[in-house]
């Protein structure tokens, strides 16, 4: 398992996107968060293998009905003290 940060740009802050990638991320058991950023922007941090980060990426590209997501970055990131519980949204 790795861990992956996320910044997804478009229109995601005030239509739903982070409620339904964390009940997505959730059905496929995956672990993180999902938060709203200053800039209007969306981070979100999910511990993956390898193997399922098209998948993912896909998950966080179709978001919410409302949603539209112009470009996505990520990066792999080292952080051993972030523990995860599920996938939650934070504020």
């Known amino acids: 398992m790795e861990l992956f940060r996320f910044i997804v740009f478009g ?3 005030g239509v739903f996107y982070r409620k ?3 009940q997505a991320a959730m ?3 995956i ?3 999902v938060k709203n950023l ?3 922007s969306v981070e979100v941090v999910a511990e993956l293998i390898d193997d399922d980060l098209e998948d993912f990426m896909a ?4 978001g919410s009905p409302l949603s539209h997501v ?3 970055v990520y990066e792999k990131i080292e952080d051993a003290d972030l523990v995860y519980d599920g996938f939650e949204i934070r504020y």
């Not at 998950?59 to 179709?62: A, S, V």
């Open 38 to 40: 200053p800039d209007g």
């Open 27 to 29: 059905k496929k058991q």
């Open 11 to 13: 229109r995601v802050q």
């Open 59 to 62: 998950l966080l590209r179709e």
């Open 70 to 72: 112009d470009d996505i």
């Open 31 to 33: 672990r993180g968060y």
């Open 20 to 22: 339904a990638v964390s």
